[in-house]
């Protein structure tokens, strides 16, 4: 009777052995599994402490550096409040007058350097910056990323107009792949009698923002 206790007591320690050494190495499975989906891209918060204070200049109130402590912090400040953050994404607006600013991270597909784009909305004007992350100095970098466009990019070869004309052309994003490109003509004499002809667009392939043109029926 004593012998057949002894087996069981043997038998109840082996197995609670068993389970203990199983567990660290789950434990470390499910480590390395968060780990690598955290490292997939790089926190937007992150690129947002190091962008310039000017970042914000197109807009009417701007932007101090205490508060742009709070909003790291707090995700708030006097004039400003954080209403949108995912993983490339952060939406700033200001709390009285309506202003935002929209900061926009696309990683390149195989390193994880990338571009930031911060698109400012003042009342009815946009306008969008770019920089370059570079990863291994985590540092942004400003650069006009964005090909410049004429008139003459929007308006058929018999509209075309002369080299001098200075055209005023914005950059506005329209979903989170694709910025569309649009020319001001309210007001302008040239384009009384003138019709806009093409439409254009950027469209984000993993690398940079690709050119498509769509032509506007007539």
């Known amino acids: 009777m004593r012998k057949l206790i002894f087996l069981v007591l043997i038998g109840i320690f082996s197995a609670t052995g068993y389970s203990q050494t199983k567990r660290p190495n789950e434990k ?125 990019d929007f308006v058929s070869k018999e509209d075309k107009l002369p080299d001098s004309y200075h055209a005023v052309v914005h950059y506005s994003f329209i979903d989170e792949l694709t910025i569309q490109v649009s020319l001001y003509t309210w007001m302008e004499k040239e384009f009384e009698n003138r019709k806009i002809s093409n439409e254009l667009f950027l469209k984000w392939n993993g690398e940079n923002f690709v050119e498509k043109i769509e032509r506007i029926e007539q």
Do not use: C
């Open 28 to 152: 470390k499975i499910e480590s390395t599994k968060s780990d690598s989906q955290n490292n997939s891209y790089k926190d937007i918060k992150s690129l947002f402490r190091w962008s310039p204070l000017s970042l914000f200049d197109e807009t009417t109130e701007g932007l101090e550096s205490s508060e742009k402590e709070e909003l790291l912090k707090k995700g708030e400040s006097a004039y400003w409040k954080i209403m949108e953050a995912t993983n490339t994404k952060l939406v700033i607006n200001h709390i009285y007058n309506g202003d935002r600013v929209t900061l926009r991270f696309f990683k390149h597909k195989d390193s994880f350097n990338g571009i930031l784009f911060a698109e400012v909305e003042n009342g009815a004007n946009t306008s969008l910056s770019s920089w370059n992350y570079d990863e291994e100095s985590e540092t942004l970098q400003k650069s006009n990323l964005l090909h410049k466009y004429t008139a003459n």
